[in-house]
């Protein structure tokens, strides 16, 4: 029994790890659109312009949506069929963890309820650390648009949520993951 208590929060931090490094995906189309008959694109530069990140960011992923267009078959062109074009969102996740395990004492556990004991928030008794730590993240959504060009309509859009590493290495990477996965939802169908 004490194995498992001494387990938990090696458990509960490969829980938060691995769920940190997901990218959720979702995305939503026009039905009426005939997406075999797209085979050009370009960027939408008055969109890509408006969107609230760095440049060496809109750079990292500019190119990753190109190669991913280049990928599908995509030729890039100046009299596209396609416009590209992309915005995102941010906000900061700030998480206060108390490393009190064990029965009783101020502790975390399943649910969200607010009370003592094991389960909740409150004071209990029995052994731990009693010691919070905050950690901050930035969760952020990415949003690339299809935009027919002739009709100067929004066929296809697709959303990436995900956290976001600080670290240029691992921003490079992960931009990459990001647009990825949400591309494997273009086009409409095509996914498993």
């Known amino acids: ?21 997901s990218v959720r995906v979702a995305a939503d189309y026009d039905k009426n659109a005939n997406f075999g008959e797209y085979k050009t694109f370009a960027f939408f530069k008055t969109g890509i312009d408006k969107a609230e990140i760095s440049d ?11 190669a991913e267009m280049l990928a599908k078959g995509f030729t890039k ?10 915005f995102t969102k941010s906000q900061q ?29 409150g004071p209990g008794w029995g052994w731990g650390w009693n010691q919070p730590s905050v950690s901050t993240s930035t969760q952020g959504v990415l949003y690339i648009d299809l935009i027919d060009s002739n009709k100067k309509e929004l066929v296809w859009q697709g959303m990436g949520t995900g956290y976001l590493s600080r670290n240029t290495e691992k921003k490079e990477a992960r931009i990459k993951e990001f647009v990825t996965e949400i591309m494997t939802k273009y086009p409409p169908g095509a996914q498993p």
């Open 1 to 21: 029994m004490k194995k498992l208590f001494n387990s938990l929060p090696l458990l509960a931090l490969l829980i938060v790890v691995s769920s940190c490094s």
């Open 56 to 66: 060496l960011d809109k750079r990292r992923i500019l190119r990753a949506i190109e």
């Open 77 to 86: 062109s100046k009299k596209p069929d396609l416009l590209v074009s992309l």
């Open 93 to 121: 996740r700030v998480d206060v963890y108390n490393n009190s395990w064990g029965f009783g004492g101020w502790g975390w556990g399943p649910g969200w309820a607010w009370g003592p004991g094991w389960g909740g928030f």
